[in-house]
């Protein structure tokens, strides 16, 4: 269901309106419901004008009094229409009645218990939506308190979709970007434009935060952008306290620039929100050179994982920082897929925001990470790329999933479009470098020894696997980890069981993650006796000497043997 509420001045002109049998749709206009069940109904009765007449006097009573004392207000006059959807039921004339007066209490127009509340009728005239026409002046003359009026009726709205097992209606939670206006659309469309000025540089100024490490070096990329101009505000100290934008050529009918501030691009593009987030990144410090590539994947690929769990305040830090990897990511793609990266960009950006505060120290690692890729050349192995987005949707089934959990309708429902864009922008990319992997196909007596690894190191999802047409790929992907010194089965375990769950190939998420562990250095001996030692005592179990061999030398016989 929803409702549209407006205001105004005349009761004479809505009642009306109400009652016009002329207009489209209007038929058998009548009372469902009034303030006191007794209301005149000029929709049954034979002498229809006086009927309206006296239906408004009686509305507008306590306005008539408020105006002899001066209290009256300008717009006394309150109407909410409330429509069902076409996948509803029909609703009776005692559906509507109940449904109306929940509204006039939730609202605040006429409170459950309150002898003092406002007057109001709801006409039916169309068997889909009832009107609620009210006079705002209470019964002791003051003016009812509605504040948020659209919000309480829609929060109301939707518990009665539940009880009345209806159509739920996909609802905002106020943190969405601003739409351009119909005016701002015809502008584009008059200029050639695909996109409107507003929308252009919400997108520029949200890569701009992804680069960025710093709100200086932010502003600085701002200001050394093509066709964009800033303008940096500054306290009396000389702090920078914000920043407006304008597009080159975007001007109004007095031909002045059309500037936006941070904030009206977006929800999280002030100042104070940006420099939050940037002050979460992480300083890049590491004394071994690290691919920041495989950096980000990781990164990424622990996000289900942290949405999954009970800090909402951390969950919410890592959309936010996964909207930066998205919004990054055409800056390193190849041109023929970066339409599609644009696209899931754009479209999980609704899904980076909620009404759940965001703790952004906890996504320190992804967006240093990020900002460290974009400062690379860009891949020429498509593998890097296609590592990266199999984690990406991954992350945002994922994102979907806890969004819907919480009942956050729009951020789910973008969330499900980026999928589609991030699978075919990963189509593309990931058929050349495993179609290369699958090509190197170890010989069948290795196949078969893997074959075995997998069902030991994952049973659950062995079979789908083993199935899957990407199998040689990974069985080659394993096979070189192994000439390497890697414990094959040791990159098996590594891969979160959890996530095959979600996985169109599940043998494809397996051969990133192996070819992404494969470039980490090959663990010492020691290290690699540490560890299993460490989970022996974690299972209550021994370690053999067997088990401890360095695994660059073949085992005893007698070990073999045992």
Known sequence: MIAKITGGKDTANLIRYLYDTKKKGHTDPHLVASWDGFAPDPGRTNDVDATKQALVADLDLHVRQAERLGRAPEKHVWHCSIRATKADRHLSDDDWADIAHRIVAATGIAPDGDPDGCRWVAVRHAPDHIHIAATTVRADLRTARHWNDFLTADRELAAVEKEYGLFQVIRGDRTAAKRPTRAEQEKAKRAGQARTAREHLRTTVRTAVAAATSTEEFVHLLEHTDGILVDIKHFPSGDVRGYTVALDGDVNAQQELIWYSGSELSPDLSLLKIRKRLEATEPQHSPRRVNPWHQATAAAERIPHHLGGDDDAAAQAHLAAFGEALDALPMRAPQEIRPQLWQAAEAFERATRSRVQAEHQ???????????????????????????????????????????????????????????????????????????????????????????????????????????????????????????????????????????????????????????????????????????????????????????????????????RR
């Open 362 to 560: 906890h996504a320190r690692a992804l967006r240093s990470a990020v900002r460290a890729m974009v400062r690379e050349p860009a891949p020429k192995d498509g593998a890097l790329l296609a590592m990266l987005l199999d984690a990406a949707i991954l992350a945002v089934i994922a994102a979907a999933r806890w969004h819907q959990l919480r009942r956050h309708d729009h951020q789910v429902a973008a969330a499900q479009q980026t999928l589609i864009h991030l699978q075919a922008a990963y189509g593309q990319t990931a058929t050349a470098p495993l179609t290369v992997l699958a090509q190197r196909r170890p010989p069948q007596q290795t196949v078969e020894r893997h074959i075995l690894l997998i069902r030991q190191a994952m049973p659950v999802h062995a079979e789908q696997v083993v199935r899957d047409p990407a199998f040689d790929a990974l069985t080659a992907a394993l096979a070189t980890a192994e000439k390497a010194g890697h414990d094959p089965k040791q990159l098996l375990q590594a891969t979160d069981q959890r996530a095959l769950n979600d996985a169109r190939s599940p043998a494809r998420v397996v051969t990133w993650r192996v070819e992404r562990l494969s470039t980490r250095p090959v663990p010492s001996d020691r290290a690699r006796v540490a560890r299993m030692r460490s989970a022996a005592r974690r299972q209550g179990t021994s370690v053999s000497p067997a088990a401890v061999a360095p695994a660059s030398q073949p085992q005893p016989p007698q070990a073999r």
